[in-house]
């Protein structure tokens, strides 16, 4: 009902209020999942320096995405074992 009050007074349907919705979700999961991918490459040492790339890279909304704690700590933990550990060659590379 909120919605459908909302969508006659700036002109727009409901149905294209959920649609934005939808892909503004859609959007911030892709964010999201893209953030974990870079934490788990090694390169990243934690999740400022993931924004950072993300925000460079043209995803204005990563800071709101990044902007939970669950979210930062998650993306510390991807980061931390992998950029911890050293990359020796081994005899076989």
Do not use: K, N
């Amino acid at each position: 009902m909120v919605e459908q009050v909302a969508a006659s007074a700036s002109g727009t349907s409901a149905s294209s209020l959920s649609t934005l919705a939808t892909r503004e979700q859609d959007r911030r999961l892709y964010v999201l999942g893209r953030a974990r991918e870079l934490a788990a490459t090694g390169r990243y040492m934690d999740w400022r320096r993931i924004e950072a790339r993300l925000i460079v890279d043209g995803y204005t909304q990563a800071r709101s995405v990044i902007a939970d704690p669950m979210v930062r700590a998650e993306l510390d933990r991807l980061c931390g074992p992998v950029f911890a550990s050293p990359r020796r060659a081994t005899p076989h590379d």
